[in-house]
């Protein structure tokens, strides 16, 4: 691995991230990657990632904590799951990428993602309100948080979206919305998604 031309040899470096992984669904799958890339050529976004990721795992394999947790990849991925589909060794990559992205959303590593921090947020809000997603609210939300003026803009579609009879007002919560919000708790305390 190349970090400011320095060559970073697996075996010589510490073992304390891949360990940390082992809390990530999937991750402790990490070591068995053969760096084949077929994750990053088949990622749609992957032209656009600062580490792709092929990368992404050789750089967690290597150590290198902090720049895996600032990587843009992790905020670039759409979770299209096609590396995942197509991973010789069936390695679990979105959902690995999953798991860095709330370690670096609780480390507050996510500089540069503000506004994909405060999706992931207004939609974890709603979902632990309702027990599923509800686009009003997750839209005021997230609009609040971030940019206020633009919620005003956005009124007006949600206006005519309305009076159309496409927008309700009115969002339905599940049964058992207790049920839910344990396991979500108790997802949270193992550092699982
Ligand atoms: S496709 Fe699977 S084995 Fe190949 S580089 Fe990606 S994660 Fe590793
Ligand atoms: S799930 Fe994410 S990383 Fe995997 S191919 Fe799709 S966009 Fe790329």
Not at 80 to 98: F, S
């Amino acid at each position: 691995m190349d970090r400011q031309g320095e060559i970073i040899l697996e075996a010589g470096t510490s073992h304390d991230f891949i360990d940390e992984l082992l809390h990530v669904p999937g991750g402790d799958r990490v070591r068995e990657c053969i760096q084949c890339g077929i994750c990053s050529g088949s990622c749609p976004v992957g032209y656009f990632m600062d580490n792709p990721p092929r990368k992404l795992f050789a750089m967690i394999r290597a150590g290198l904590r902090d720049e895996v947790l600032h990587s843009d990849s992790l905020w670039l991925c759409t979770s299209c799951y096609m590396c995942t589909l197509r991973c010789p060794k069936q390695i679990e990559v979105t959902d690995i990428i999953y798991g860095l992205k709330r370690i670096a959303m609780r480390e507050g590593k996510a500089s540069g993602a503000e506004r994909a921090v405060a999706l992931a947020n207004s939609f974890v809000r709603v979902v632990d309100r309702r027990g599923r997603s509800f686009e009003p609210e997750l839209l005021i939300r997230y609009y609040m948080s971030v940019d206020p003026i633009g919620l005003l803009k956005k009124a007006v579609l949600g206006l005519k979206l309305f009076l159309r009879g496409r927008m309700p007002i009115r969002g339905e919560k599940i049964r058992d919305l207790d049920q839910l919000r344990t396991i979500i708790a108790r997802s949270d305390e193992i550092g699982g998604l």
